[in-house]
């Protein structure tokens, strides 16, 4: 559970784990495989500065930034006073207009998730937001960030004014709970659909069990609720007090028991209780979905669905989804009930993403799809053609970042969808079905969504937040008259509206609403004569979402959350025609009611033009002895600009084994990456002396002192091309030969890589993985051939189900010249069955193949001593085939045999092999284990 | 020459004796302070019958006297008397300062920290500290000896004195009297939520409010239980009172007046922003800061409000009232000067640090302490 950590150590648990990446470098190139996070777009960046924040943007944004510096200052002067604290220095706040835009952010390392709303990050205590079209979103997710800030410095600020070193850490579920519940004070839907859910469903979740959930969404939700039970059951203010009364524990679970009165064991079973007594009594009025609409998926992430009849008057449901660990849109088809997979995200550089739960799916009568999907920079329209399963058009509108939920004109020819601009609005859009004569259709600050044409084609129904309610994220849904450009209300009160769906008369709409609590559908009918009935349809506590009319209106399609996760579900038109007469609504002229707040004058200080400064990011020290090499010291230093753009990386350590060589055994690096661009690169400049030993030179040491210039071209996300080059003086002296080579050489090193790898807990289980690299190194001054170097390493990894999978590996590195170097085989990571580091020589070759597989999904042993839990054990068969050689190839040595995974979490995968040696004509008797760490190959 | 050795060795060994015995002999007695009489000085606290205060007018503008730089935040209140200051921190030391020349007279460290709001008599200072190693006790700080000090779990909330005991609460909701000049336990009662209001003596009442919500009344003597009031609220500062009624605050934003005799609430006022602290009351006026930065004026038998002055930055302290000034110190770093009848904002002085300690004005200095670890004298 919780345990107490030194103050520098508290700031890692809050950082994305990638941040470790970055500063380390691979020693020919940068990163060996991996994905890219592409600079496309030029940035002018500006800083607005305003009493408590300095806000970067660039000017296509910036109104957009002005309402961000407004929602920061009221969201700070609310949190100063729940966390009764300042913050004495500046904020830095950093806005994207879209999310497109915001995944490429340099402020932390590695790539964002697709459904990031938004990040901390604490070294420089950077807020990193996007927009995404929604004030209200926007509002809420700058104000959840600025807890975090607020967190972070209220338990250091308890720790040190008590000149406290250590302090408890609070669990992850309590830290985003906390955030959640700050910034969302009304109830949320999504509380009762992830939590209801637990309960309803048979899980019930404990406090001791939150501990273990990961940092997905769910724990948000359970950590608000648990707030919120807080706050109703001991009183209001309790919650802030834990933040009072944080530095006399030593634990979370004691800071609560002190704080609330009660043992955790009580609170826990209070909690428990209180949500049962909520949950329980909805199942005598709601219902399940299981129990009540026929269920079409049992697998993975189901959202989305749409109703198609093919030209063989099949009826098929066509919807995205995720079952293997990427997106994807599939096909199921109603009598056999066989699915079929028509795209595949994630996995190509025209599928980068697919925006599975923000876009929804379009399909036209005569068999054409239209979906949207992320390439390079922006999205672009797919037109797939359901019959031939094939693509028949694409295209792409240079204004346009973001597009979601295409709609089809009933005749086909027109498309309509949600469209967001450089500047971060959102908008109505329509087009061509062949992308041509595109029209903007609205051309405001207010976030429209989900378009959908009438069956008559002459109006479109949309869902906005334009009403008096939307700034509070309630949107209400509208109609678009095309023929005189007119908007009218449909429905807008404060219980939000989403995904509207005509019938196929045009006389009815369906959509979502979360009017009784949670989510459901609900129904308004008589829209021709203009006098409307509202009534529901469903009434699942867990929630229903995207419903669509199939099968000519005679029942809805929809997504429903059971279970942890979304599946679709078909229910009866009887549940239309049977759902409770509601009241009498009528069509009503639209008037625009709301703007998004500016900053105002005594908040706002001035822009500037962002100047790149530098401050420390890290700084740390290691102190180790070697047996062989003895005493080794060292430091390393980065610092970063504040956008993360502009990298200094410092290593310095010292090697002597005396205070005489101390001055000559002083190694440093210094190198600068740039990353503002979509070409990264970087220059640096070093000194190494070390003293080595290898089994084929003995002891020597090897000095070099030089420049690097390093660099990278992404082609996208998936492939790159990268360049490092090196210009130093090498000198190598051989103890025991009483030898020297030395040179000034010139190194260039080329690389082509390429990663669609899908990962699972223990390695890559689906895609493939391509390093191919050359390299020459010239004495500049005799202009000699000094070495050379290729090296090919190709994975592929052929998915046989969830958790399982066919990897191989191919792998050849050579190297030649007047000092060539030489590699080693053997061991964990590469020849199982034979001691580590065996073999070398100047050419090595290696084939491995594997079937992956699950043993145990997780394992709990409670000891005396504590608790120790172990996720994902995955069992492998194995088969490897190597040499390594100089001249002379000799024979292939082989192994087989089973092996054994286990992530202890964070970066650490246990490995065990038991394998049997071979050399193809005989096998060995005896069998020989290896235990190691490292992700599988 | 023998006699002469064994006088000298008898000189030595109650030297030694001595200093082992004592704790942290570090000061000096400043003046000719007269150790047996208590004149010259009445602590101002909240507590006492509101029979009007000594005329105390401040200069503006104010500016710096001394500043004085301590181990850790000085969150407790800030005591005065004769010549010197008394102040506790976080880290469990106390700074005997004086008072005009801002020099440390005496220092002395407990276990645990100055979070509870001490009793200053003549010559002894009654204390309690909070978490690890959480004492309370009696110092005779003009001797620097130590008479007496009992364990606890966290003491918190201000202490106590009347009719020779000591009264302290702490967060387990523990409220124990002890007999003051020896430590005894006289009695001890277990509370409903942590003692955050602390222990208030009025007459033979001695009252405590928690964070669970409940007000306890009981004998001062005997421990009886007289009344216990469930409130709802998680009461937040020090009790004031004006002889009828107990004013107190809760996190939710509330002040409640509630009647001393049988715990009926009289009148609820609800602020903007919760409520850290205790009200001060001056004449008919009650005066209470809230974390939205709001001052409010109350009228103190109708709660109805006079006037409402935003300082724009979390107050987590009370404020100090003079005959004619309210000084309202804000975690902006900001020490408002306010016209009490009308709320007009006079002057600020700018500490430049959040001020964590509820004003003090002693001998003409209005003195403070803020999160740079820093005790403050203006003038």
């Keep these: 559970m919780s345990f107490r950590i030194s103050l520098s150590i508290l700031k890692y648990l809050f950082l994305s784990v990638f941040i470790i990446l970055i500063y380390s470098p691979g020693a020919s190139g940068q990163y060996y495989f991996g994905q890219n996070k592409v600079q496309y777009t030029d940035f002018d960046w500006q800083v607005l500065s305003s009493e408590h924040f300095d806000v970067y943007f660039y000017p296509e944004e910036r109104n957009v930034a002005e309402t961000g510096a407004r929602y920061a200052e009221d969201a700070y002067k609310q949190l100063s006073a729940d966390f009764a604290m300042v913050i004495d220095k500046k904020i830095p706040l950093i806005i994207y207009s879209s999310p497109a835009y915001f995944t490429q952010t340099n402020v932390i390392p590695g790539l964002l998730p697709e459904n990031v709303g938004g990040f901390t990050e604490f070294y420089k205590e950077r807020v990193v937001v996007p927009f995404n079209g929604s004030y209200n979103n926007f509002r809420r997710v700058i104000k959840h960030e600025l807890v975090h800030v607020f967190t972070f410095n209220k338990l250091f600020y308890n720790a040190h004014k008590r000149k406290k070193l250590r302090i408890a850490s609070p669990p992850l579920w309590f830290t985003e709970g906390i955030a959640e519940f700050l910034s969302e004070k009304r109830d949320a839907p999504e509380i009762d659909m992830i939590v209801g859910d637990y309960y309803l469903n048979g899980r019930p979740i404990s406090l001791y069990d939150m501990y273990y959930m990961g940092g997905a969404y769910p724990i948000y939700k359970l950590g608000q609720a648990f707030c919120q039970f807080v706050d109703s059951t001991y009183g209001s203010g309790k919650v802030m007090l834990l933040f009072e009364n944080w530095h006399k524990g030593e634990d979370f ?20 209780y209180s949500q049962k007594k909520k ?72 599928y980068e993403s697919l925006h599975l739960l923000e876009s929804s799916l379009a399909v036209s009568d005569n068999g054409l799809m239209a979906f949207i999907s992320k390439k390079n920079e922006s999205d672009q329209v797919n037109i797939y053609n359901l019959e031939t399963r094939r693509i028949v058009d694409r295209f792409e509108f240079d204004d346009l970042v973001r597009i979601s939920s295409p709609d089809w004109s009933p005749d086909g020819k027109k498309l309509v969808f949600s469209g967001i601009t450089k500047r971060g609005h959102s908008d109505i859009y329509i087009c061509e079905h062949t992308g041509e004569d595109l029209q903007r259709l609205t051309d405001d600050v207010y976030r429209d969504s989900s378009p959908k044409f009438s069956p008559d084609g002459t109006r479109i129904v949309f869902s906005s937040d334009r009403g008096i309610w939307g700034h509070d994220g309630r949107p209400g849904l509208y109609l678009f008259d095309l023929k005189h450009g007119s908007i009218r209300t449909l429905i807008d009160n404060d219980n939000g509206y989403y995904s509207p769906d005509w019938s196929s008369g045009g006389d009815s709409v369906i959509f979502t609403s979360a009017a009784g609590g949670a989510t459901n559908i609900y129904i308004l009918s008589g829209i021709k004569n203009g006098h409307m009935k509202f009534a529901r349809i469903t009434d699942l506590p867990t929630g229903a979402f995207d419903p669509a009319f199939a099968f000519g209106d005679s029942s809805i399609v929809f997504s429903s959350f059971s279970s942890g996760t979304f599946d679709l579900y078909n229910l009866g038109a009887s549940a239309a025609e049977d759902s409770t007469a509601g009241d009498s609504l009528e069509i009503e002229p639209y008037f625009s009611s709301w703007e998004p707040p500016k900053l105002n004058g005594e908040l706002k200080k001035g822009v500037l033009s962002y100047k790149t400064k530098y401050s420390l990011d890290i700084a740390q020290s290691v102190v180790a002895y070697d047996a062989l090499v003895g005493p080794v010291g060292g430091l390393q230093l980065a610092f970063t600009d504040m956008l993360g753009n502009h990298q200094y990386y410092c290593v310095v350590s010292n090697s002597a084994n005396s205070s005489r060589d101390f001055a000559k055994r002083f190694n440093i690096a210094v190198t600068y990456f740039n990353r503002e661009k979509r070409i990264n690169w970087g220059i640096g400049g070093y000194r190494f002396k070390y003293d080595l030993y290898n089994e084929f030179d003995g002891d020597y040491t090897e000095q070099q002192f030089g420049v690097v210039g390093l660099m990278s071209y992404p082609f996208g996300r998936f492939r790159r091309m990268e360049l490092t080059t090196y210009l130093r003086q090498y ?184 394998a049997h040696r071979t050399d193809f004509k005989t096998v060995s008797k005896k069998t020989y284990f290896d235990f190691f760490f490292g992700w599988n190959f | ?185 006289v009695w ?40 216990r009031g469930d409130y709802g609220a998680t009461f937040q500062g020090h009790i004031t009172s004006d002889g009828r009624s107990l004013y107190l605050c809760s996190y939710d934003s509330t002040v409640f007046k509630i009647d001393s005799q049988n715990g009926e609430v009289q009148r609820k006022f609800i602020a903007e922003g919760s409520i850290r602290c205790g009200v001060a009351l001056a004449g008919d006026t009650l005066y209470v800061c809230s974390t939205s930065g709001n001052l409010y004026a109350l009228d103190r038998n109708t709660l109805r409000q006079y006037f409402r002055l935003d300082t724009g930055s979390p107050v987590m302290v009370p404020p100090l009232i003079t005959s004619d000034k309210v000084f309202v110190a804000s975690l902006n770093g900001i020490l408002y000067v306010i016209d009490r009848f009308s709320g007009e904002n006079i002057y600020e002085y700018d500490a430049e640090s959040p001020i964590v300690s509820a004003p003090l004005l002693f001998n003409g200095l209005v003195i403070f302490s803020c999160e740079n670890r820093r005790v403050y004298a203006i003038r």
């Design chain 1, 731 to 914: 000198e190598k002296e051989y103890i025991l030969f009483d030898e020297r080579i030395k040179g000034l050489l010139f190194t260039p090193y080329l690389s082509y890589i390429k990663d669609t790898s899908i990962w699972e807990q223990t390695g890559p289980i689906e895609g493939m993985r391509l390093n191919l690299t050359v390299g020459v190194s010239y004495n500049v001054k005799t202009g000699e051939q000094f070495s050379r170097l290729f090296l090919g390493d190709i994975r592929k990894y052929f998915r046989i189900s969830n958790y399982s999978c066919f990897a191989t590996r191919l792998f050849y590195i050579t190297s030649g010249g007047k000092d060539p170097q030489r590699y080693f085989l053997g061991g964990s990571w590469s020849l199982r069955g034979y001691g580590f580091r065996s073999f070398y020589g100047r050419n090595i070759f290696l084939s491995s193949s594997e079937i992956r597989f699950p043993l145990i999904d997780a394992i709990f042993i409670g000891l005396p001593v504590g608790n120790f839990d172990f996720r994902a054990i995955r069992g492998a068969l194995f088969f490897d085939a190597g040499d390594a050689w100089d001249d002379d190839f000799d024979r292939l040595k082989g192994s087989f045999g089973l092996g054994a995974r286990v992530n202890l979490g964070a970066f650490v995968v246990l490995r065990f092999d038991f």
């Design chain 1, 253 to 272: 679970e004691e800071i609560l028991t002190l704080t609330l009165g009660e043992s955790f064991d009580e609170i826990n079973k209070k909690w428990m």
């Design chain 2, 188 to 227: 001890k009662k277990d509370l409903e939520g942590a003692v955050a209001s602390g222990c208030f003596l009025q007459d033979t009442i001695i009252y405590a409010a928690t964070e669970g919500g409940f007000l306890y009344a009981f004998d001062y003597r005997t421990g009886k239980e007289l009344f």
């Design chain 2, 1 to 185: 020459m023998r006699g002469l050795r064994f006088f000298i060795y008898f000189l030595l060994s109650a030297v030694i004796l001595f200093a082992g015995c004592s704790k942290t002999i570090k000061y000096r007695v400043q003046g000719e302070a007269d150790l047996t009489s208590d004149e010259g000085w009445r602590y101002l606290r909240y507590d006492e019958n509101n029979t009007g205060f000594v005329d105390r007018h401040v200069r503006i503008p104010l500016e710096k006297e001394w500043e004085y730089k301590t181990s850790a935040e000085v969150n407790a209140q800030i005591l005065g008397h004769r010549d010197f200051i008394l102040a506790g921190d976080l880290s469990g030391k106390l700074y005997m300062i004086g008072a005009q020349s801002g020099k440390k007279l005496g220092k002395m460290k407990f276990k645990g920290g100055f979070a509870a709001a001490p009793y200053l008599g003549d010559p002894i200072l009654y204390f309690a500290t909070d978490i690890k190693g959480s004492k309370t006790g009696a110092l005779n700080y003009r001797r620097g000896k130590l008479m007496w000090e009992a364990p606890g779990r966290d003491f918190i909330g201000q202490v106590s004195l009347g009719w020779g005991i000591l009264y302290t609460g702490e967060i387990d909701g523990r409220l124990t009297a002890w007999r003051a000049v020896d430590g005894a336990e």
């Design chain 1, 279 to 350: 949950y329980y009594p909805m199942l005598s009025e709601g219902d399940l979905p299981d129990f009540v609409a026929d269920k079409l998926t049992r697998k993975g992430f189901n959202v989305k669905p749409q109703f198609y009849r093919d030209a063989d008057s099949v009826n098929w449901i066509i919807f995205k989804a995720n079952r293997m660990g990427y997106s994807g849109i599939y096909g199921l088809r109603l009598d056999n009930r066989r699915l079929v997979s028509f795209v595949k995200g994630e996995r190509s550089a025209n």
